[in-house]
């Protein structure tokens, strides 16, 4: 049962950084990112070929974050750019063609050239025995992994001038313009933020088990169900309910099988959005 737990969290850790990127994107510009899971594969495919070509695979898998995080910033300052000329729902709905059009070109450049490149990591130990608890490494190694990732971020947010300023575009864009802010070179360092984040998902996906090409529009779907039940303005509310999501994922696998973690995932947003359409912690951010 304690085991079931932990791994439940962890997981819900690697949700939590899915879906916090959707939603630094989406609260600060307005735009949903149909391409999120497709950046997390890329990075498992990227370190993969660099492993492949003889690089150690801390390197790598470090190469392969980054090289996500620059997809991420040239995707903001190239396609999304005529989606940040338009207001309100004319924004969103030319975002989510956009990004759904670039997720398309992605899975389909990387089936067609890289078609069996697939991320598997591998410790040296596979489990420790923690205060009588057999834990496996890797579940420590990804919550390290995520709660670091979650620091860092809650640190530039809250510390930092620059995290003070993407703070107040989520808040009020037109208010954030008129007080000066640059509110194009917040977006573009959100997105590569957003970017990265979903790289160590990948990453993380990596360690559990493996990552390849066609896992991108499963990554997608996972970021949106945990950024609709924590809502999609709400970073502390997407993150809990990342955790949340991960443990019914990890119950559900054990208990009942995995054929129906996708349907009580699924359920979960669907009562949310019946219950609760503004998400868990809709107004605390």
Same mark, same amino acid.
């Given at each position: ?15 939590? @950084?899915? *879906? %916090?990127? =959707?939603?630094? +994107? ?5 735009? #949903?990112? &149909? /391409?999120?899971?497709? !950046? ?89 025995? @923690?205060? *009588? %608890?057999? =834990?496996?490494? +890797? ?5 390290? #992994?995520? &709660? /670091?990732?979650?620091? !860092? ?89 990342? @955790? ?15 054929? &129906?973690?996708?349907?009580? !995932? ?20």
């Amino acid at each position: 049962m304690i085991a079931v737990l932990i791994d439940g969290m962890v997981q819900g850790l690697q949700l939590g @950084l899915l *879906g %916090v990127g =959707i939603t630094l +994107v989406y609260g600060l510009g307005g735009v #949903l990112n &149909l /391409a999120h899971g497709q !950046l997390a594969v890329t990075t498992g495919v990227a370190a993969a070929l660099l492993i492949g070509a003889g690089l150690h695979p801390a390197p790598a898998a470090m190469l392969g974050v980054l090289g996500a995080g620059l997809l991420g910033v040239v995707m903001d300052r190239t396609l999304l750019r005529p989606a940040y000329r338009r207001r309100g729902e004319e924004r969103l709905l030319l975002a989510l063609i956009l990004t759904l059009g670039f997720a398309f070109v992605v899975d389909g450049f990387l089936a067609y050239r890289y078609p069996s490149v697939a991320l598997t990591l591998r410790l040296p130990a596979p489990a420790v025995v @923690l205060a *009588g %608890v057999r =834990i496996r490494t +890797v579940s420590l190694a990804v919550a390290g #992994l995520g &709660l /670091a990732a979650f620091v !860092l971020l809650g640190l530039f947010l809250r510390s930092t001038l620059l995290g003070s300023a993407v703070r107040s575009i989520m808040q009020n864009e037109t208010g954030a313009v008129l007080c000066g802010i640059d509110v194009d070179r917040a977006r573009t360092i959100v997105v590569g933020l957003s970017a990265l984040l979903a790289g160590l998902a990948g990453l993380a996906q990596g360690l559990f088990s493996h990552v390849g090409p066609e896992m991108g529009p499963e990554f997608t779907v996972l970021a949106l169900i945990v950024a609709v039940v924590g809502g999609v303005r709400s970073l502390t509310g997407t993150f809990v309910a990342g @955790l949340l999501l991960g443990l019914v994922n990890a119950f559900s696998s054990f208990y009942v099988g995995t054929y &129906l973690t996708w349907i009580l !995932l699924l359920l979960a947003a669907l009562l949310t959005l019946l219950v609760r359409p503004e998400g868990l912690l809709a107004y605390w951010t």
